[in-house]
């Protein structure tokens, strides 16, 4: 029989097992989920990040009628590109102030795209020019893909990372037996103590967050990492074409009949959605063979109020305009998929719950970047001479440095590439992205080559001055400064201004903080074999108990 002292050692084992595996899980792709939750984080207004980033399309101060804007912008692919297989228009709303649409095209020739993209004027249903670029969409897609490598490995990459998160967030519960306790303790100075308290009550107060964002990032691309129970339910074309239903609207367009048909009244489509869902309710329009006696339409319910992603949609006969079908529901696996789903991306939400979003995630950010840092830490403590650590410590804190200060240079540099590149280059859009990461690239060159203290302060001080000074270069080369922002109650354009300086500020606190204590380089610094002064002597021992007791 197990005696109460071999039930606290058992418990100890299994907390340091715990805890080993809590620090490696979270160090080993640490960087890559820091990147991935900042990415992600911001991306929860990548739709009004979108909008500043091409300040040549007026603001909507009131939404026009979905129908007739349909109508007008389904006209003019027509003109645009006749023929095509398919096309798609996503209809504006209060986050959207354009119709974005994509039609299908001929295309064949190597690293040509088998599609074309526009933005149209909701009010003149015209095309409209503006700069090149991809917008918030870019974080967004670097959040679960990355850049420069094919999808199929980053999205892989980011489920590798995405299930050692939630390694890391069991095994940390598990390590850290007072781990409520410690929520509302904070020891503000003490160096190593001070990292452990900061990472305790970020983890803490956003745990259920973190756990449920890193989950249903998983189920996301579930049918990416674990396809063989659909491959083995659905064998069959049609089995196969009736799950597509299920997960999406989109469908590949069928072969024409060559009867050439126009499309029947769009508008009128569109508004016996309105009259089920809403005059505002209707997201998206679809089209497959336009033009065609085989014509299709489906039009898609918004993301509004709905906490699920699992697809409503109507679906019309293009040529007759005759309603076909009405797809109001799903089964229960892809219904609880489509929830999943909605809990991850959040578009059911208001302006509040949007926030809510975005400060749990900031702090799931800082969760990880403490934990980061706190390796170093207290590693740094540990070693024999402080002063010239080994190779593997030195490699870990430069990456620190360029994960964490580089990665906000090289999204705010990512911005200043917006207003500032010529909007005659080529290929622009991607122009912005190589800005992003050249600028990534030279910020962990700076990290290898300056002192860990001194890189730690300048890509602080660099991050803060290029954040506070993008609302200036905004109101140099727009025509929509901060204070024509306000007077006109433009709030996006007001908004990412006012965030801009409120990051700045945040940057330069750590800054100024890093300058006064370092990140590590305190009384943490000393060899091993040094012995403790007396005044610190007391704080020693507290550290030791409490390193005991995990």
Sequence with gaps: MKTDNDQ????????????????????????????????????????????????????????????????????????????????????????????????????????????????????????????????????????????????????????????????????????????????????????????????????????????????????????????????????????????????????????????????????????????????????????????????RIAVTRGDDARVSMSPQYMEFDGATGKLLAVHDGVGAAAETRGVLYALHLGRFSDVTTRWLYFLVSLMGTAMVGTGLVMWTVKRRAKLADPARPHLGFRLVERLNIASIAGLSIAMTAFLWGNRLLPLTLENRAYAEIDLFFTVWALTLLHALLRPAKAAWVEQLWAAAALLALLPVLNALTTQRPLWHSLATGDWVFAGVDLMCWALAALHGVLALRTARHGVGFGRTTRPRNAEPRSDDRGAAAAAATGEAAR
């Design 8 to 295: 606290r050692v058992a418990g100890r084992g299994l907390r340091q097992s715990m805890s080993g595996l809590h620090t490696w899980a979270g160090l080993l792709l640490g960087w890559l989920l820091y990147a991935m939750f900042l990415t992600g984080t911001v991306s929860y207004f990548k739709e009004e990040l979108s909008q500043w980033m091409r300040p040549e399309l007026p603001r909507l101060a009131q939404l026009p009628d979905p129908a007739v804007v349909a109508q007008r912008v389904a006209d003019e692919i027509g003109m645009l590109a006749p023929g095509t297989a398919q096309w798609s228009l996503r209809l504006p709303d209060t986050r959207n102030n354009a119709v974005n649409a994509f039609w299908r095209t001929s295309a064949r020739g190597p690293g040509q795209r088998g599609f074309e993209e526009a933005r149209f004027d909701p009010v003149t249903g015209h095309k409209v020019v503006s700069r090149d670029t991809l917008g918030g969409e870019v974080f967004y897609r670097f959040h679960f893909q990355f850049y420069y490598m094919p999808v199929v490995w980053g999205r892989w990459l980011a489920g590798i990372a995405a299930m050692f998160m939630l390694v890391a967030i069991v095994a940390g519960v598990i390590t850290h037996k007072k781990i409520f306790t410690d929520f509302f303790t904070f020891r503000w100075g003490r160096g190593q103590r001070s990292w452990l308290d900061a990472h305790n009550a970020l983890s803490v107060f956003g745990l259920p967050f973190h756990i449920m964002i890193t989950y249903t990032g998983l189920v996301t691309l579930m049918a990416l990492y674990m396809p063989w129970g659909e491959r083995a339910a659905f064998k069959t074309p049609a089995e196969r074409q009736q799950l597509a239903a299920e997960l999406s609207a989109f469908s590949q367009p069928g072969k024409p009949s060559g009867d050439k048909l126009p499309l029947a009244s769009v508008e009128e489509m569109v508004r016996q959605a309105q009259a089920r869902w809403g005059r505002d309710n209707v997201g998206r329009v679809n089209a497959n063979n336009p033009g065609d006696a085989t014509a």
